[in-house]
Nanobody
């Protein structure tokens, strides 16, 4: 069973940066594509970004494109989400998810394609 843990959330001010981490254990890390999703209070969970198994392919939601960067270190079994120029509307619980599938296009945005999920980490952007 794959175990997924997010970390790095917190309270920041608008314009600040924050880096989230997602550590996975119990499987072959490099065999999994990985995604970030987020859920704000009273709203549905939404796609944030994706990185392929090799790390060579990434994809982002329009709302974060140019501000957020996903990377992974397969030697450390860890994925990262660097968030720059944070806005109040980025306030959400951020979830990491893993998939054994090779995803492309809209498949990357679909929660049902991900098999393993973390418990989430809270990010609050407020002045």
């Amino acid at each position: 069973q794959v175990h997924v843990v997010e970390s790095g959330g917190g309270l920041v001010q608008p314009g600040d940066s924050l880096r989230l981490s997602c550590a996975a254990s119990g499987g072959t890390f490099s065999a999994y594509g990985m995604g970030w999703f987020r859920q704000a209070p009273g709203k549905e969970r939404q796609f944030v970004g994706y990185i392929s198994q090799s790390g060579r392919s990434t994809d982002y939601a329009d709302s974060v494109k140019g501000r957020f960067t996903i990377s992974r270190d397969n030697a450390k079994n860890t994925m990262y989400l660097l968030m720059n120029n944070l806005k109040p509307e980025d306030t959400s619980v951020y979830y990491c998810a893993l998939t054994p599938r090779l995803l492309s296009g809209s498949g990357r945005y679909t929660e049902e394609n991900y098999n393993y999920w973390g418990q989430g980490t809270q990010v609050t952007v407020s002045s």
